[in-house]
């Protein structure tokens, strides 16, 4: 038998159980979109965060705490609780090569408006985050070296704590509580947006002398950003500052450092690889939902060959051989799953875009995704299909005569 004639039995069998198709095709339309929709939210993380570190810069550095062991067991990056202020300050005294220092912490804290209140990002920081992160206040100002001096308890806010807290109303020089410290509102931030589902812009910064000695009560560092003055600088700067922050933390030479620096590149590669092994696992989450619409198929196809047991013995009586069969239940199998990828994919891009307007995440959607999800389709209905094939074209046509 003709593939086309196949297809033409297939297409009928199929029209003949219009809701029973539809039902069975709705497992791959749902995994199919999903893993789309999936893939493209991870792909859509990795390349805003890839857009806002490249922002920054290549010619900026982070200094971070160092890792912590006991015997074998060793913890993970900023463990220990290392860098002080007095570094970033002897960082900008004594380094050749460094523009800019921006030391920085950041905690969660309670931040009140009148009879409004959000949890909100507090960052600690100085005048040179500006720079060294590359935004702005495009409302008001923002604090200056004095302010930092002084543990003067001023901030600004980001675009979203505008929205959730203020309104309409104008913020700058309005006061907030953060902690039940009341704070004025001195600029607003430019927008950022969100970098994956973490929102840049629910946050308040505010100067770190103030963060640390009136509001969280801490004398240790989360990070030091610093601007390198040239970009063929980069090793000598990073040698330099090994060097100085060896010296103030007084480590021998037999000692391993307590701190890390690395470059935007180094920072953008562990970045890429986690959001990356982020979408594999939400595209292997997706994929479940095709396996599970891919058994949807298989049990159908069981049924339909019970149903039309003596329709096999008849067409096996009259010539038809195994595999002309075998071949006109793969087909139905394959027909049921194309189609509903051709659905899922046009679910996926759609969903996907929908979650991008909605929610304000960036999404990618790659053609190599589709090709994925659609070639995956077509496997699990052929992969799903050959059991029931198998079966219908092993039938006995004699027993599948006497079948009622």
């Known amino acids: ?24 095709m709705l497992g791959v339309i749902i995994g199919v979109a999903a893993i789309i929709a999936m893939i493209s939210i991870g792909n859509g993380a990795k390349a805003d965060i890839s857009e806002r570190i490249k922002s920054l810069g290549s010619n900026v550095l982070q200094i971070r705490p160092g890792t912590q062991a006991f015997g074998p067991v060793r913890f993970g990056a900023g463990s220990v609780q290392t860098l002080k202020y007095e570094d ?9 090569f460094i523009s800019y220092v921006e030391p920085q ?33 495009v409302k008001g100002n923002f604090f200056t070296d004095a302010d930092v001096l002084f543990r003067e308890k001023v901030c600004l806010i980001g675009q979203t704590v505008v929205t959730n807290l203020f309104g309409n109303t104008d913020p700058i020089g309005q006061k907030i509580k953060i902690n039940n410290i009341e704070f004025r509102i001195l600029g607003v931030l430019e927008k950022k947006g969100s970098m994956g589902p973490f929102d840049q812009d629910n946050r308040v910064i505010i100067p770190i002398t103030t963060a640390m000695k009136r509001v969280f009560g801490i004398d240790y560092l989360r990070s030091i950003s610093v601007e390198v003055n040239d970009a063929k600088n980069m090793e000598l700067a990073k040698e330099e500052l090994t060097t100085l922050l060896r010296r103030q933390h007084r480590l021998p030479p037999n000692k391993q450092s307590d701190f890390n620096i690395q470059d935007q590149s180094a920072f953008l590669e562990t970045l890429e690889k986690t959001s990356q092994s982020f979408t594999y696992l939400l595209g292997g989450i997706a994929a479940v939902s095709l396996i599970v619409g891919g058994i949807g198929i298989m049990n159908i196809m069981l049924v339909s060959v019970t149903e039309r047991t003596r329709e096999i013995g008849t067409r096996k009586a009259i010539g038809a051989k195994r595999r002309d069969i075998l071949l006109q239940f793969l087909v139905e199998s394959l027909i049921l799953s194309l189609i509903g990828g051709i659905i899922g994919i046009l679910l996926g891009v759609g969903g996907a875009n929908l979650i991008s307007k909605i929610a304000g995440w960036k999404t990618v959607i790659s053609v190599g995704a589709i090709l994925l999800a659609f070639l995956f389709s077509a496997s699990i209905g052929i992969f799903f299909g050959i059991y029931p094939a198998r079966k219908a074209a092993r039938l006995n046509p004699i027993e599948a005569l006497r079948y009622e």
């Not at 970033?88 to 050749?96: D, F, G, H, L």
């Open 88 to 96: 970033a300050q002897m960082i900008r005294e004594k380094s050749k």
């Open 105 to 137: 912490i950041s905690r969660q804290a309670q931040v009140k408006f009148g009879n409004k209140n959000d949890n909100i990002e507090i960052i600690g920081t100085t005048p040179d985050f500006q720079r060294t992160q590359n935004t702005k206040a």
């Open 1 to 24: 038998m003709r593939i086309k004639e196949s297809v033409h039995i297939a297409r009928r069998s199929l029209m003949g159980n219009k809701m029973r198709s539809s039902l069975t």
